[in-house]
């Protein structure tokens, strides 16, 4: 394991085996600060939302006027029209007798299901976003080909330090834990939300507002090899973190079965 040195409230961590991780876990995040954490199966992605990356992808508006010019250099829709329009879209879709929701619980739902939010996932478990790292065996390259990465990551954030430094700020990033009954992955994957401001990736945000700060880190970066991915998940399952137990519905258990077939995970439900 090696620690580099903390630069503008950033620390890097990189590991040798996925096995350091419970080590660094009991040693750094057991006591002290309020840590969430979340993990991505590349290491190199920038933490961003996917409405940052849609507008990327589709950064100018067609003139529907077939007029000149052919593109308006602003995206297709505001995050408010965005919003609206799922709003609209999930009438009469969510049960008998909904409850009301707020805004950032119409963005939570949205997030669950799929639609391009300003939200992140996180949660208060590290072992799940160990989980979360290693669960995807392959992802898209920056060449446009599939395949596995060469390293996984977890990430670190002090909550109480990004939410003192972002109290005078407009646009700050801000965590959210949603009271809607409705998503009930929120709980078993101890799960909460921070909403980040837009065009904003988190670890700029953190070195704009900590630009001095080299000895305590509010955001760690921990990167781990994609090594022993079999045995990573298969030691996490016996933990009961799986498909089945962090997506409580017949989607995770259809996954959870799924992964049975592979090397090593044949006994995974044990009463099979």
Known sequence: MEKNPVKNSVEEICLDSWREFFDLTVDSFATGPAFVFRGQTAYDWPLESS?????????????LCGSIPEFFERPPFTEEQ????????????RGPNPGALS?????????????ATPL??????PFVALFFAFE??????????WGEPEYRGVYVLSTNTI????????FAVRILSPES??????????????????????????????????????????KIPNDD?????????????????????IDGAAKHVNTRWRPGHEDSIAYV
């Open 163 to 170: 939410e003192d430094a972002a109290k005078d700020d407009t």
């Open 181 to 222: 009954d409705a998503n009930y992955r929120l709980i078993s994957q101890a799960a909460l939300f921070i909403r980040m401001p837009r065009k904003t990736k988190l670890e700029d945000y953190v070195a704009k507002h900590f630009p001095k700060e080299n000895r305590n880190a509010t955001f760690k970066k921990i």
């Open 51 to 63: 409405i940052d990356r849609l507008e990327s992808k589709y950064p100018k508006r067609k003139n």
């Open 229 to 249: 991915r079999d045995d990573c998940l298969v030691t996490l399952n016996k933990m009961n973190i799986n498909h089945m137990t962090l997506f409580p519905d």
């Open 103 to 115: 805004e950032d619980d119409y963005w939570a739902l949205g997030q669950h299901h799929g639609l």
């Open 120 to 125: 992140l996932d996180w949660t208060r478990s």
């Open 136 to 145: 995807e065996e392959e992802c898209l390259h920056a060449d446009g080909k």
């Open 82 to 93: 965005h919003l609206n329009a799922f709003k609209r879209a999930i009438r009469g879709r």
